[in-house]
Nanobody, 117 residues
Framework: QVQLVESGGGLVQPGGSLRLSCAAS????????MGWYRQAPGKQRELVAR???????VYVDSVKGRFTISRDNAKNTVYLQMNSLKPEDTAVYYC???????????WGQGTQVTVSS
């Protein structure tokens, strides 16, 4: 059983940075596909970044060059480094862990990120 807890969200000015963390209660190692998703009010939840069990990464076009997803398998933690934040990045960010590409996986509770001056 995997439980995910996100942290690191908050209020930041445009151009600022935040680092989100997702800690897993169980060992995920490199066997889980880890991803960050976000959902703004009135919008569908969208994939922000994903790191595969082989280490390759995928980003939504709007965050390429600004966000970086990484994982520390020893700590069972995945991170999302968010730089050059824009107001459009405002959303609730969710961590997801999937044992395979075909599984629904597990979700964290979400952490609010607000980018505003």
């Amino acid at each position: 059983q995997v439980q995910l807890v996100e942290s690191g969200g908050g209020l930041v000015q445009p151009g600022g940075s935040l680092r989100l963390s997702c800690a897993a209660s169980g060992s995920i190692g490199r066997t889980y596909i880890m991803g960050w998703y976000r959902q703004a009010p009135g919008k569908q939840r969208e994939l922000v970044a994903r790191i595969l069990n082989g280490g390759s990464t995928v980003y939504v076009d709007s965050v390429k060059g600004r966000f970086t997803i990484s994982r520390d398998n020893a700590k069972n933690t995945v991170y999302l480094q968010m730089n050059s934040l824009k107001p459009e990045d405002t959303a609730v960010y969710y961590c997801n862990a999937r044992p395979s590409s075909f599984a629904t996986g597990y979700w964290g509770q979400g952490t609010q990120v607000t980018v505003s001056s």
